[in-house]
């Protein structure tokens, strides 16, 4: 008989806290925010790109435009999503042509939907940089994606499965990791 045991690996205090820090990295590394834009990977990377706005607005008293991208037809595994049709009317011109962009995502693990984002973004236009932000990184990777911005490294095992659960979504902030036991 197999079991799931759970760990909580961060609450909201955690997560804002690791937000915060984010926010102030991308400031220092950035010397502010000018020309820069966040873009948030369509689902929990646009929230996660909509705080850190509002942490760089509370810090710099400067807004950032936040942009959402949705990767679904970038994916190199597309026929598993065979049955999500793409919404038309929902593609959203990016403003990012010479711009900074900080692309923000919850979990980095193969880094293949950050491949897939790379190739959308360069679709919209020739930015002058890309940098990643994740809220968390577990590792595994098949492809050379680092982040540049980090909330919490997990090392996980491949059994192992992380979740990130967002207020605006689910009602509450954590992230837990789920653990297969026989």
Request: hydrophobic letters at 35%.
């Amino acid at each position: 008989m197999t079991t799931t045991k759970q760990h909580l690996i961060m609450d909201e205090s955690t997560i804002r806290r690791s937000l915060t820090r984010i926010a102030h990295e991308i400031l220092e590394r950035n010397k502010g925010v000018e020309n820069c834009v966040l873009v948030g990977i369509r689902t929990r990377g646009v929230h996660l790109a909509r705080r850190l706005a509002e942490r760089i607005a509370e810090i710099e008293q400067v807004r950032v435009a936040v942009y959402e991208l949705d990767v679904t037809r970038y994916r190199d595994d597309r026929k598993l999503f065979a049955n999500v049709a793409e919404q038309p009317g929902q593609y959203t011109p990016l403003h990012i042509e010479d711009k900074k962009i900080i692309l923000c995502d919850d979990v980095l693990y193969t880094g293949r939907t950050v491949r897939a984002a790379l190739d959308a973004l360069i679709d919209h236009g020739r930015p002058q940089m890309i940098q990643l932000a994740v809220l968390v990184d577990r590792g595994h990777r098949e492809l050379p994606i680092r982040p540049d911005f980090v909330g919490k490294n997990l090392p996980t095992s491949r059994g192992e499965r992380v979740e990130v659960r967002l207020s605006e979504l689910d009602g509450r902030d954590h992230v837990m990791i789920y653990h297969e036991s026989e």
